[in-house]
């Protein structure tokens, strides 16, 4: 089978997933006279392609135990799933679609910051609806957000890049990576992750010898890591996606280059890992946006592998997609009414506390909807933990070190948000 006829067949599977999704639930949620249908904007192909696929499946999860548990305000929930093709361009087409065509109250996406950005100020932002991405950590959605220009419309249930760049840069210094290359993709996440990344490793003592940023889907990154090499470098920061990180990795390694490396959250991949090659990669670091283990945590790492389609409860932007997508189905319960307006309200009502804590799960959804019918709130605890937005629709919360040792990724530690900002205090202004 070649990958392109596979990699149709698993989107296929995905879609036809969705598509059949209300017929195949119980009895009682078939019963509901109406639908609610929410979209959903991500990568299910390009760069950010696996990505996506992981975090459409939990968001699929989650509207089967909201479902189950009896739906969001009477209605069935489901979901209009549009492949944004990693492109901003396309994301923003399929965006207006949703909103103009099929009049969705919210949108679940994008997954990327490049993809999540264009949606914001080109669609959903103007339209007033709801916005919610799993996985896009860009500083400038805090910016446009404070601005005002994001109108109070949009959330993530991922930590900002203003924070993980300090982590790595801390984790680098306690690895001893006291001098290394970079290598990032030249779009607004990699962007700013690297300079997040240079304020504070060169205040904490760290030397860059070459910064050579990339463009995605290059047919060779040859030159980018010829370039990069120039200085002998002992390790390599690479910020990147699985697919062109993967090239990356394999031209630098094919080029002599030394097999220490520095890897953002997208790297935590099994593809990356058995593409480039697990002996290579023994002495490969990485931060990613954390988690606080609770019984939604327990919950989504046994029920997700089953019905995902070969994804584990670790697969970058699943844990985050789901809470997005249970948030949002919880929230639409609260409001009592498909409306952006409610829902948006709503959001922090049922997540920010005080109120009965809620896990994951249609068992405890069920007992969530009838607290809000009774009037009484409630607080959703998700797979990563609490959550709770800020003014600007961020959330913060604690960073994972891992490590990469025969093949698998191991959690070497935890940095907490603390010591994250103690790190920031120290940086020049």
């Known amino acids: 089978m070649s990958a392109s006829v596979g990699l149709a067949r698993t989107l296929a599977a995905s879609l036809s997933a969705l598509a059949v999704s209300v017929a195949l639930m119980p009895q009682a949620a078939q019963a509901q006279a109406c639908t609610t249908t929410i979209g959903m904007v991500v990568s299910l192909t390009g760069p950010a392609g696996r990505f996506g696929q992981a975090a459409s499946k939990s968001a699929e999860l989650a509207f089967k135990d909201i479902n189950e548990a009896g739906g969001a305000s009477g209605c069935t929930l489901a979901i209009d799933l549009r492949d944004a093709q990693s492109q901003g361009t396309v994301a923003v087409d399929q965006a207006r679609q949703l909103v103009d065509l099929r009049r969705v109250p919210a949108i679940i996406g994008g997954i990327i910051s490049s993809?999540?950005?264009?949606i914001l100020t080109s669609v959903t932002a103007?339209?007033?609806?709801?916005?919610?991405?799993?996985?896009?950590?860009?500083?400038?959605?805090?910016?446009?957000?404070?601005?005002?220009?994001s109108k109070g419309?949009?959330?993530r249930t991922i930590t900002s890049d203003a924070l993980q760049g300090v982590a790595a840069a801390k984790y680098a210094i306690d690895q001893n990576m006291k001098e290394?290359?970079?290598?990032?993709?030249?779009?607004?996440?990699?962007?700013n992750m690297f300079n997040e990344f240079r304020r504070a490793y060169e205040a904490l003592g760290g030397k860059i010898l070459s910064t050579t940023p990339y463009n995605q889907n290059q047919p060779s990154y040859a030159p980018e890591v010829t370039a990069a090499m120039k200085g002998d470098p002992k390790a390599l920061y690479l910020i990147a996606y699985p697919g062109d990180g993967t090239n990356i990795a394999r031209t630098w390694i094919s080029q002599g280059g030394a097999q220490t490396f520095l890897l953002n959250d997208g790297m935590n991949s099994a593809d990356f890992i058995r593409d480039v090659g697990p002996r290579f990669l023994n002495n490969a670091y990485g931060t990613s946006s954390g988690t606080v283990k609770t019984p939604s945590t327990e919950y989504f790492a046994k029920a997700y592998p089953a019905m995902s389609g070969g994804f584990d409860a670790n697969a970058p932007a699943a844990d985050r997609a789901y809470d997005a997508a249970a948030i949002l189905g919880l929230a639409i319960a609260h409001a009592g009414k498909a409306d952006s307006a409610a829902i948006r309200e709503s959001i922090r009502k049922v997540t920010g506390g005080p109120g009965e804590v809620i896990h994951a799960g249609a068992d405890n959804f069920r007992k969530a909807l009838q607290l809000i019918k009774d009037g009484k709130p409630i607080q959703y605890v998700g797979v990563i933990g609490a959550v709770s937005f800020d003014a600007n629709g961020d959330i913060t919360g604690p960073f994972r070190k891992w490590r990469i040792q025969d093949g698998n990724v191991t959690t070497v530690g935890e940095m907490t948000t603390d010591e994250v900002n103690a790190v920031k205090a120290r940086l020049p202004k």
Not at 184 to 189: C, L
Request: charged share 5%; aromatic share 6%; no cysteine.
């Open 180 to 191: 290394l290359a970079v290598i990032h993709v030249n779009n607004d996440f990699g962007v």
């Open 115 to 118: 993809v999540s950005i264009p």
């Open 126 to 149: 103007n339209a007033g609806v709801v916005q919610i991405s799993p996985a896009s950590s860009s500083p400038t959605l805090t910016r446009i957000a404070s601005e005002g220009q």
């Open 153 to 155: 419309v949009f959330f």
